[in-house]
DNA sequence: CTATAATGTGACTGCCCAGTCATATGACTG
DNA sequence: CAGTCATATGACTGGGCAGTCACATTATAG
């Protein structure tokens, strides 16, 4: 954990530093991010910096948590509407936030994705610790939709979680690069990117999830005008 | 490109360069990757080389081209037994060939993830031509579905082709961190994994494509059990 | 104001890096 | 044999790095 020193220190200063740490760890490995580079953008000294963080392993994990943190923090604020609702409609609540969220702090997301999937530079339980408790919030979900009826009990569990987990995951990075969006400008919040075609998107990988993952003899609600089962209102 | 040095290197010594080599591209960024801990592994001098190599970012490139190349042959020593099979078929054993090359070479994996996915440390069109060319692929395999009839035609192409790409590239790490398995032990063939379960998650990732792709009246081939449409024999 | 504690600083250490180059070794030619 | 060319070598250069430390500055307390 950082010293009582950095959570001391003025907001605006230690959000600069903040901001500046997660800018270089987004965009470099954790060896080749430097802490040099982060104190001379941030405008502090390199003794300084070292009054807020016991060594770079420190600062890296802070990160690390704060992204968890946050998006969990984010998640919370924006809660469905009823949490009751149709696993298909959870889901698509869900994607919503995540890209949301992904796409206000793509950043951070890279931090997250760097720790998670592409390098665990200190073999680290709180890694897998993370990625555990984000890979079981998709199995309730899915195992809900099993109870539900929503998810054909004969599908594979793991491989519903695999599916699910990763498309969730690739699908910010996905559209971001799809759409040339700047990481810098979405975090200012500069990014015009056409909310409509995105959320379209988002309806195209929910509807086929629900394709994929309803029982056969399904209620088709992602084409209304099809004959349905449900009993005209 | 390599100097011609390189290639009238004997074999085994070549070799044991490019295998320590993509050790270290798989497992760093391009900036952490050491050219030092390469030529103090592999027993040659600093200065060979650079007899071998113009610098760095050629020996970077011969690989990500290598690992491209590599996956190429290994598909086309692998035909599918039938080219006028049914888009299922066709995913079911690429998806098998992928993977067989992904257990036996995870490392040239690890760089040609790294180089797509994570990092563009040049950026370079060569990547995003090797890119391109995977999601045409790939976008061909699918509209051929379509005309088929094998893919529901109201189905988003862009959206399935980024959930068959983004599914198969994951699949191969997935299974490798699932498992536990070790690289080393993978490239060496120390590695045992049950091909059962393994052909069985195979299955399962199929039937779901199958499942969220397939036009709605369909023969459900996956339950042969379950009442079909098909004219019994 | 003074004394003490907390915070800020940047020059410095030892280390590793990519890439160079003068020199050495070997291989082939006449 | 001598001469020429390709290849091998590792000490060396300049630069970046994480982390340290003696000292400077600022805040707090008595």
Redesign the interface.
């Known amino acids: 954990m950082p010293k009582s020193t950095f959570f001391n220190l003025p907001e605006e200063k230690r959000n600069l530093i903040l901001e500046v740490a997660i800018d270089e760890f987004a965009g470099?490995?954790y060896?080749?991010a430097s802490i040099s580079q982060i104190v001379a953008r941030a405008g502090i000294a390199k003794g300084s910096f070292y009054q807020y963080f016991e060594d770079k392993r420190d600062l890296y994990f802070y990160l690390v948590e704060l992204a968890a943190e946050e998006k969990k923090r984010f998640l919370a604020r924006h809660p469905p509407p009823d949490p009751e609702m149709d696993l298909f409609d959870y889901l698509r609540w869900l994607l919503r936030i995540g890209m949301t969220f992904e796409l206000s702090q793509p950043k951070l997301g890279w931090v997250a994705f760097?720790a998670i999937?592409?390098e665990r530079p200190f073999g680290d339980d709180v890694l897998d610790h993370v990625q555990r408790r984000a890979l079981d919030y998709y199995r309730s979900l899915l195992q809900m939709g099993v109870d539900q009826g929503s998810v054909d009990p004969?599908?594979?569990m793991?491989?519903?979680v695999?599916?699910v987990s990763?498309?969730f995951a690739?699908?910010g990075?996905?559209l971001i690069e799809r759409e040339q969006l700047s990481l810098d400008d979405l975090e200012r919040g500069n990014a015009a990117y056409r909310d409509l075609d995105i959320t379209d998107?988002e309806e195209?990988?929910i509807s086929?999830?629900e394709?994929?993952?309803r029982p056969?003899p399904r209620t088709?609600r992602l084409?209304p005008d099809a004959p349905g089962q449900e009993p005209a209102p």
Chains 1, 2 share one sequence.
């Open positions: 470099k490995d060896d080749s760097r999937y592409v004969e599908i594979d793991d491989m519903a695999f599916i990763r498309l690739e699908y990075r996905h998107m195209h990988l086929f999830l394709r994929g993952l056969y088709n084409r």
